[in-house]
């Protein structure tokens, strides 16, 4: 076994030597060691293993499982119609393979980790790099001890690293963040410790605060160095030049007395000098009382500069995670004798091992290799539960996040093993999946008996689960579109546009000097300093034109018929116009400084950037006249269209290599789209689509590919009234707050919503597969695999045929209630 | 029937309520068992919870939600010959003494069943938070969500006389803290559109093919069920009875308002928010307990003199309709309006000639229920930057809430990870406010 090539490597990565070190090929054995031990706990617990689950009873769970979502009928066929001996073990390989685990993976990590991609406290652009961020760790299958460091260690802009998420996401709540990340990482709850020693555990508000004190100074605050706190710094120069232009007069000096003065002498000197002190201060008071005029007159002029300042900074706010030196101090209330209350609390771990900084990492770094350490146990015993839990329904330890001193396993000895196999897998996440899929316990039919909370389960198989939000969700994109993987790229990169515009007018903001950026934002200072006058005006105007037009209206509609009312009517409608446009006004006036902001400070910074970047100079090609803020967050773009502003401003669209997406050639465009057609070509043959129907299959399956998206491909969460909200996915208000419970609207959901419509539509996977089959028997069938990925019983054909008798001729009727049966919604 | 369907109805909530239960007891029970190793302090955090409680005054609530910050400068606090109050003029109302802004028109003839509240302060000053703290009287943290008054209202009281959600939520506002830490049976049932109805609730075959499908899943899945007697599975099967049940129910009528006068539904104003008070009136008539309305674009940092008026005047007409409507009925007498919003916003005009977040002093009106009529409670100063009269906190202000609904401020309850709370954070209610 002893690969000379691979002992460099080994000697690098692992402590431990392992049999699992070579990967994949030993999982299968790694399975039978699990299946042994498993074997031993059950024969000596009276207990005998489930029988095996079928091929059929697999194939749907093991999809499910892994990608999320039930198998096509093609999928499941060639898994069905395979004679290999290990084709179970290679269908395991595959699907861990694909980009459909990590998508199903993400669902879950998103509901541990709370990812909000669009909004709440992470904010539209570090919320976007967080799932972006968590999407692509573990695409890359990161090792699940790097994939936290990288969390509990992230330091940066949102568009350079999307890991700040985890600190953004609890944006001003650092000890709420510490209690969540115990819970997540460690197991541990200590969310009672933050206000007094825990009542249920060993933990101590002290011990808390020492934790807290490591990610204390971790800074979620808006952005504040660069260019625009060189503009800021310029701010404060000017006001103390004008403070220190208002000058002091000169102080008097306190008389030097000696011996050989007399008494009358040394009063006199005294009594002149209080006069020169009195007439000091008094002028003293003059000068300062000028210096504050001047003071109040410069800021009131600099409003206008402050306004243009936050149009810039709003576009980066909640995108950076910086940190700094700051301690969190004890409560006022604090009551125990170990400190003083409101006393500063330097860092130290609960549990395991000390922290210490090694030289040439920061203290956060540090604290991250402590917490994410093989020898920092409970660390260790949560990913393994995880991992577990994923693949039987249930951990070895419930609940795996709320570990004690006094918690014992179900299986002491399984779950020694299974520490033992993370740690020697390196967390690699996936090679530990492969190794419990393969299992003989997992490859069970599932316990028929319902496991009750607080009982020990022994694992003779896997438990019976309801698909979760997720997976139901994907499964009726299952039966919609026949390629369900396939990705949308269109839809990936609104994502990737929403952080790269953001890195755009960062680095833009950013190539700008001081002065340059003083000089654009003074144009829009000029502009803002005259919003409250004009404003002013126009809402004068505006309520008159108002009550004017109501008025009028009001009597129109008093009016008896008649040309005097149509006159009448006619009269109002035009004051209406009138106050109307006046309301425009009121809007243009006020998106006005933005424009100018945007215009005179980003645009001209991008124009910078662009010579940056292509070291080419910028010229005007042409203004675009199509949207000219396009490109500009919701926030900074006023109203879209391009305008000519009050001082000349246009705006423009400035295109920079490596932040714009290229804009594909007509031959590129013309490729991307051959491809999908080929796809859908293939499809169509597959399913034997007539040669005439070619074409309104390939419009339509765009179509398709373009509204019904896998769940991990929408914003997380999805939004409120969406069926995944429906089914029960989690809100990602609070750790693993996804629900499985029944209700009422998504029974509604099931039987009335438009889902139907679309499953029982000409085009999707579920009726081409029906109607290619031959025969109605046939039909049948299909509709059962497509559904339940088996062959319906000779008990079910009977129901069926009973049930044509009382009108149900239709397969959309069969197909409508199988899918509002249970064991659709059931992973078995 | 009624009473049928509303058992049926919750029981789809049972098992989690069960599980819920159980933890609960079980928490308490560890409390039992550690009591003595525990310092007296660390569960003294109640003894500020107020033990007073009287006979409900109203039975159901109408929460009308200002979201983004009312201005309560140009509502329900305006002031005169000062630079703060900016153009909007005070009017005098149906009540003595008690003027609100020019704004509200309507409103005014409807002060004499109001009571106005001058004196609110918060301490949260964003949108998030301070919605937060005004829906829950907690602040906004990362480790645990916080139950709205009507799921508190649905775990201590229970559903009213409905096959309807006894706790409903009409508006688009994406904020808001539903059930909490409770099980998502207690969450509110959203209706983002009024005039749309329930969703899904209408199945497009004809009944008796629905029927014919339904039992021919039942039917099919017989085998299933057989094989997993589970709690779970079981608990769909009840849910689709729960489901079926309800989209027969007479109750839904509720949602279609064009059983109401042209003239009354014009009365309420056409927008979303004039249609939910609409609803509101007949959900709570048919025993719906709280239903919120929520009327958002209060955020006036830009041009507060235009965008207020235009927003009263959607206020002003599903308000002064609402109160005048349950007053017609007879239901106003137990059904407690209250109005209100995150925060205020600023004395000072800014530059854009708008007013930005104020939490420091702003306002509340509640109608009927059992309030005062025509009567101010509290008071700021004559620029209305301070309160200078009987303060209320927020905990307080919904203390207050649920003292008229009578339900148990002192109750301590704990949340699945065993944290104690109470329904208002140990608010004090302002009896004052009560006739």
Redesign the interface.
């Known amino acids: 076994m002893k690969n000379p090539f691979l002992l460099p490597l080994l000697t690098v990565g692992l402590l431990s030597s392992s049999a699992f070190a070579a990967g994949k090929l030993d999982a299968v054995s790694a399975a039978r060691q699990i299946d042994s031990i498993l074997a031993k706990d059950w024969a000596a617990n009276n207990l005998k293993g489930n029988p095996a689950a079928d091929d059929n009873t697999f194939v749907r769970r093991i999809y499910l499982d892994i990608i999320g979502r039930i198998p096509t009928t093609r999928e499941a066929e060639e898994f069905l119609s395979s004679k290999d001996a290990g084709k179970r073990a290679k269908l395991i390989d595959k699907l861990l393979a694909s980009e459909a685990y990590v998508q199903h993976f993400f669902n879950y990590w998103a509901d541990v980790l709370r990812v909000t991609s669009n909004g709440?406290?992470t904010g539209a652009i570090t919320g976007a790099a967080y799932a972006t961020f968590v999407k692509e760790s573990l695409r890359q299958n990161k090792p699940y001890d790097q994939f936290v460091r990288d969390m509990v260690a992230a330091q940066g802009k949102a568009w350079d690293n999307g890991a700040i998420g985890y600190y953004m996401?609890?944006r001003g709540?650092p000890l709420?963040?510490m209690?969540?990340t115990v819970?997540v990482f460690l197991g541990t709850?200590i969310?009672?410790a933050q206000?007094?020693?825990h009542?249920?555990d060993k933990w101590s508000q002290m011990q808390f605060y020492k934790m807290a004190a490591f990610t204390y100074g971790v800074q979620t605050l808006d952005y504040t160095g660069g260019t625009m706190g060189d503009v800021s710094d310029l701010l404060r120069e000017k006001e103390n030049m004008i403070r220190a232009s208002i000058k002091e007069p000169q102080r008097p000096q306190r008389p030097k007395t000696n011996g050989k003065m007399s008494k009358e002498e040394r009063t006199k000197l005294e009594q002149t000098y209080q006069r020169e002190q009195k007439a000091y201060e008094e002028q003293m008071k003059v000068v300062n009382q000028k210096r504050n005029e001047a003071r109040e007159k410069f800021r009131r002029e600099q409003?206008?500069y402050q306004?243009a300042m936050t149009d810039v900074r709003n576009t980066m706010r909640y995108t950076s995670v910086s940190s700094r030196d700051r301690l969190p101090t004890l409560p006022h209330d604090y009551?125990y004798t170990d400190a003083k209350p409101r006393s500063s609390v330097e860092p130290g771990t609960m549990m395991g091992h000390e922290c210490i900084t090694q030289p040439g990492e920061t203290p956060l770094q540090a604290y991250a290799r402590w917490m994410t350490s093989p020898e920092n146990p409970r660390f260790t015993t949560v990913i393994a539960n995880r991992l577990w839990k994923r693949v039987f329904g249930l951990a070895l330890i419930e609940p795996l996040d709320e570990l004690m001193d006094t918690t014992v396993p179900m299986i002491p000895e399984m779950e020694k093993h299974i520490e033992k196999l993370v740690v020697d897998m390196n967390y690699d996440m996936k090679a530990v999946l492969r190794v419990l899929y393969n299992t003989k316990a997992y490859q069970a039919q599932?316990t028929?008996e319902?496991h009750a909370?607080g009982n020990v389960y022994h694992f003779t198989g896997p438990l019976?689960r309801?698909m979760s939000a997720e997976q139901m969700w994907d499964s009726f994109v299952t039966l919609i579109n026949p390629s369900p993987d396939m990705i949308n790229q269109a839809n990936r990169e609104v994502m990737e546009q929403r952080i790269l515009q953001a890195k755009k007018i960062a680095d833009s903001v950013e190539s700008l000097s001081a002065e340059e950026a003083f000089a654009g934002l003074k144009k829009a200072a000029d502009i803002?300093?005259k919003?409250?006058e004009r404003?002013?005006v126009?809402?004068?105007l505006?309520?008159e034109a108002?009550v004017a037009a109501k008025e009028a209206r009001d009597a129109a509609d008093a009016m008896p018929e008649g040309p005097a009312k149509v006159a009448a009517v006619q009269k109002a409608d035009e004051l209406r116009k009138k106050s109307d446009s006046i309301?425009s006004e009121?809007?243009r006036i006020?998106n006005e400084?933005r424009r100018v902001t945007y215009a005179e400070v980003i645009t001209t910074g991008q124009k910078k950037l662009f010579e940056k970047v292509t070291g080419k100079p910028y010229q005007t090609v042409a203004l675009n006249t199509k949207g000219g803020s396009a490109e500009a967050p919701a926030m900074m773009s006023g109203g879209g269209d391009m305008m000519m502003m009050s001082n000349g401003t246009r705006t423009e669209k400035i295109i920079i290599p490596g932040y714009d997406r290229k804009e594909l050639s007509k031959e590129e465009r013309q490729a991307v789209a051959d491809k999908a057609r080929a796809a859908y070509a293939e499809e169509a043959e597959f399913f034997g689509i007539p040669e005439k129907e070619r074409k309104s299959y390939i419009n339509t399956r765009e179509q398709i590919s373009r509204s019904t998206l896998r769940a991990a491909e929408l914003e997380s969460p999805a939004?409120?009234?969406h069926y995944l909200r429906e089914f029960?996915q989690s809100?990602r208000?609070?750790i693993e707050n996804a629900?499985?419970?029944?209700?009422?609207?998504?029974?509604?959901?099931m039987?009335?919503?438009s889902l139907l419509p679309q499953i029982t539509s000409r085009y999707s996977q579920l009726m081409l597969t029906v109607n290619k089959a031959p025969y109605p028997d046939d039909k049948v069938d299909a509709a059962y695999m497509t559904i339940l990925s088996r062959k319906p019983?000779a008990?079910?054909k009977a129901?069926?045929l009973k049930?044509q008798d009382?009108?149900?001729t239709s397969m959309e009727?069969?197909v409508?209630?199988?899918l509002?049966?249970?064991?659709f919604?059931?992973i078995q | 029937m009624n009473q049928e369907l509303a058992t049926k109805?919750v029981r789809?909530?049972e098992?989690?309520r069960r599980?819920f239960a159980a933890k609960t007891a079980s928490?308490l029970l560890?409390?039992g068992l550690?009591g003595s190793s525990?310092?007296s302090?660390?569960?003294a955090?109640f003894e500020g919870s107020s033990k007073l409680k009287q006979a409900a005054t109203a039975k159901n609530v109408i929460y009308l939600y200002m979201s983004g910050g009312q201005s309560h400068m140009d509502t329900w606090d305006p002031k005169e010959g000062v630079e703060t109050a900016g153009?909007t003029k005070p009017i005098k109302t149906s009540a003595d003494g008690v003027r609100i802004s020019e704004y509200l028109p309507l409103t005014a003839q409807q002060m004499h069943h109001a009571t106005v509240i001058n004196s609110l302060t918060s301490t949260q000053g964003a949108h998030?938070q301070g919605n937060y703290m005004m829906h829950t009287s907690y602040e906004?943290?990362?480790?645990?969500?916080h139950p709205a008054m009507g799921a508190w209202l649905n775990v201590f009281q229970g559903g009213g006389n409905s096959t309807l959600p006894n706790f409903v939520f009409i508006g688009n506002d994406?904020r808001h803290p539903?059930a909490g830490?409770f099980?998502?049976?207690q969450a509110p049932?959203?209706v983002?559109n009024p005039e749309n109805g329930?969703?899904?609730?209408?199945?497009?075959s004809p009944e008796?093919?629905?029927q014919?499908?339904?039992?021919?899943?039942d039917?099919?899945?017989k085998?299933?069920?057989t094989?997993?007697?589970?709690?779970?599975?079981k608990?769909?099967?009840?849910?689709?009875d729960?489901?079926?049940a309800?989209?027969k129910s007479e109750d839904l009528k509720a949602f279609d308002l064009s059983e109401e006068p042209g003239e009354l539904r014009a009365a309420y104003g056409r927008e979303a928010f004039g249609q939910g008070c609409l609803l509101a009136r007949r959900l709570v008539e048919r025993g719906v307990r709280f239903v919120e309305v929520s009327l958002g674009g209060w955020d006036t940092h830009?041009?507060n003199?235009?965008a207020v008026?235009e927003r009263c005047d959607t206020l002003d007409k599903g308000l002064a309709t609402l109160v005048s409507d349950l007053h017609n009925r007879g239901l106003l007498e137990d059904t407690l309006i209250v109005l209100t919003s995150e925060f205020g916003r600023t004395p000072d005009?800014?530059?854009?000639?708008g007013r930005d977040h104020y939490p420091k002093a702003f306002s509340a009106v509640t109608f009927g229920g059992g309030v005062k009529g025509g009567y101010t409670y509290g008071k700021t100063d004559k620029e209305g930057r301070e309160v200078v009269e009987n303060k209320v906190k927020i905990q307080d202000f919904n203390a207050s809430i649920a003292y008229a609904l009578g339900l148990p401020l002192d109750q301590v309850i704990y949340s699945p990870?065993?944290?104690p709370f109470t329904i208002a954070d140990k608010g004090q209610p302002i009896t004052d406010l009560f006739a």
Not at chain 1, 739 to 749: H, Y
Request: glycine share 6%; aromatic share 8%.
């Open positions: 709440n406290q996401r609890d709540m709420d963040n209690a969540n819970r709850r969310e009672c206000c007094h020693n009542p249920f409003r206008g306004e009551q599932v028929r319902e909370p019976l309801r803002y300093s919003n409250r404003t002013d126009q809402q004068k505006y309520a108002r309301r009121v809007n006020q400084g939004p409120r009234g029960g809100d208000e609070t629900n499985n419970d029944a209700s009422v609207p998504q029974a509604l959901a039987m009335n919503g019983g008990n079910e129901v069926w049930a009382s009108g149900l009727d069969l409508f209630s199988l509002n049966t249970q064991q919604i059931f | 109805l789809s909530g098992i989690t599980d928490s560890g409390v550690l525990l310092t302090r660390s569960f955090a153009p998030e906004l943290r990362g480790t645990i969500r994406s539903g830490f099980p998502a049976a049932l959203f983002s329930l969703k899904n609730i209408k199945n497009g008796e093919k629905f014919a499908r339904m039992k021919l899943a039917e099919l899945d085998d299933f069920r094989t997993y007697p589970h709690r779970n599975v608990a769909y099967a009840d849910m689709y729960d489901a079926m309800m989209m830009n041009a003199f235009v008026p005009i800014n530059q854009n000639a990870s065993k944290r």
